[in-house]
């Protein structure tokens, strides 16, 4: 059974960053795509970030693209969220899932995953 730990949350100001860790055991972590989503206090849980299993593609939503980077290290079974320019609509819990697969390029918004980690706060004060 796969199991993901995120880490690096924190409470921040408008315009810092932040690097989010989320730690992977259990699977082969090459062979599983790997997303960020977050959920603000009273919202649904949106996609963030994906990225592919061998770390050639990856897609963003619009509202942290140019400012979030996704990241991985297959060797290390670990993935990254990279935020910089930090704003207070950030705020939110986040969460790191992966699906096995190859999926690639747009594909990467229609994943369904399915083993998801227990949530990091953010929390950006302005």
């Known amino acids: 059974q796969v199991q993901l730990v995120e880490s690096g949350g924190g409470s921040v100001q408008t315009g810092a960053s932040l690097r989010l860790t989320c730690a992977v055991s259990?699977?082969?972590?090459?062979?599983?795509?790997l997303a960020w989503f977050r959920q603000a206090p009273g919202k649904s849980r949106e996609f963030v970030a994906a990225?592919?299993?061998?770390?050639?593609?990856?897609r963003y939503s619009d509202s942290v693209k140019g400012r979030f980077t996704i990241s991985r290290d297959n060797e290390k079974n670990t993935g990254y969220l990279q935020m910089n320019n930090l704003k207070p609509e950030d705020t939110a819990d986040y969460y790191c899932?992966?699906?096995?697969?190859?999926?690639?390029?747009?594909?990467?918004?229609?994943?369904?995953?399915?083993?998801w980690g227990q949530g990091t706060q953010v929390t950006v004060s302005s």
């Open positions: 990225i592919s299993r061998g770390g050639t593609t990856s």
């Open positions: 259990g699977r082969p972590f090459n062979l599983a795509a």
């Open positions: 899932a992966t699906k096995e697969g190859y999926y690639v390029g747009d594909q990467l918004f229609r994943v369904d995953f399915d083993s």
